[in-house]
């Protein structure tokens, strides 16, 4: 039997773009050929040189084509990899939307093109994922097809992200796994914690990850006189990363916005209790003190008081956790949602023959 061929366009060092191509290579028996954008994006003249690399890029992918001849193509994002894909002359493409939208920020000059752009990837595109209801939402919204599109999160491997929790239950073990960038609000969890710390409860921080605002959050941590009480790990591998969740029993995230948080569900299948900010995303998975609490954006002084509430109320937080883990056991299991993903890959590669 012919082994099929997957051409990915994303950036491959993500996690979730590792867990889509490891899940389709394990349950798919899928080939996967990648490609991706060079040029980092931070900085002005790095994101110009960036978008001058991204006109090009048709003529790169055209090259792969020509030389592995794949049967589908897939792509993170539904504007620039996911147009990229649906423009390279392939007959299948999936396109995944990241976020709550990925037309973000709203204010970018690029905005309109984007918007363009994204409604043709739409249109253009044989499937499309929407990892989680917030994205479906806003799919509808913007009119798409709806007959296209797949709403299942690709899930976590649970086999790794054991139920098990280890953690001192006398102090409180906070982890964040979220990218070190404007978006994510760090500031605000320390600046929460250091409202713990003035009043006298026993903590450690533990942050998780690597981006542009490592060294302000360092310095920010000094200045809040809980630099010893603060970890930063920088980017881990990922394997590294389910044994530091079991160490932990508290989950901090503030994202400005939201799509489908791989990085909950983990802290959800390891006994965290999962204390975020209240958008759109997060609504999805949490109730607020049914199985975690959901805190204003940029709004440090309820978070503070959300983490001391729980930490006294053990009771709440070890009912929160089972009922997670059940919760994530039962629609986030990446054995049995990538499955399913790898599965109508081929039906529309099989229909396509």
Same mark, same amino acid.
């Given at each position: 039997?012919?082994?099929?061929?997957?051409?990915?366009?994303?950036?491959?060092?993500?996690?979730?773009?590792?867990?889509?191509?490891n899940g389709l290579q394990e349950f798919g028996d899928f080939e996967i050929i990648s490609w991706e954008l060079k040029t980092p994006s931070h900085g002005k003249f790095r994101r110009v040189m960036r978008l001058f690399e991204y006109v090009f890029a048709p003529i790169q992918t055209k090259k792969i084509i020509k030389t592995?001849?794949?049967?589908m193509i897939i792509a993170e994002r539904t504007t620039s990899?996911?147009?990229l894909a649906v423009i390279c002359g392939v007959k299948l493409t999936a396109i995944a939307q990241q976020g709550r939208t990925d037309l973000w920020p709203k204010k970018?000059?690029?905005?309109?093109?984007k918007k363009i752009i994204q409604n043709y990837a739409f249109k253009k595109a044989t499937l499309i994922h929407a990892w989680g209801p917030v994205m479906a939402n806003s799919m509808v919204k913007a009119k798409v097809n709806m007959s296209k599109v797949l709403v299942l999160p690709k899930g976590i491997d649970l086999s790794k992200f054991e139920n098990i929790n280890t953690a001192n239950p006398n102090k409180i073990c906070a982890i964040v796994t979220r990218s070190l #960038? *404007?978006?994510?609000?760090?500031d605000i969890i320390l600046k929460a914690f250091a409202i713990l710390h003035i009043k006298g409860f026993n903590f450690s921080l533990t942050i998780i990850g690597d981006g542009t605002q490592l060294e302000s959050l360092k310095n920010l941590s000094r200045e809040l006189?809980?630099?010893?009480?603060?970890?930063?790990?920088?980017?881990?591998?990922?394997?590294? #990363? *389910?044994?530091?969740?079991?160490?932990?029993?508290?989950y901090i995230s503030m994202p400005l916005t939201e799509g489908v948080s791989g990085s909950l569900f983990e802290a959800m299948a390891s006994n965290c209790y999962p204390i975020v900010s209240d958008v759109e995303g997060n609504q999805t998975w949490l109730k607020h003190r049914k199985n975690g609490q959901l805190i204003p954006k940029n709004d440090f002084k309820t978070l503070a008081d959300s983490i001391i509430w729980a930490f006294e109320n053990p009771s709440h937080r070890n009912e929160a956790i089972l009922n997670n883990r059940n919760f994530i056991e039962e629609h986030a299991n990446y054995k049995k949602n990538m499955k399913i993903i790898a599965d109508k890959y081929h039906k529309l590669i099989d229909a396509n023959q």
């Open positions: 039997m012919k082994k099929r061929k997957i051409l990915f366009l994303g950036e491959t060092y993500r996690a979730d773009a590792i867990t889509w191509m592995h001849q794949p049967d990899y996911g147009f970018s000059i690029y905005y309109p093109l #960038l *404007p978006v994510y609000s760090h006189n809980i630099e010893d009480k603060v970890i930063f790990t920088g980017r881990i591998l990922n394997t590294d #990363l *389910p044994k530091i969740l079991q160490d932990s029993n508290f």
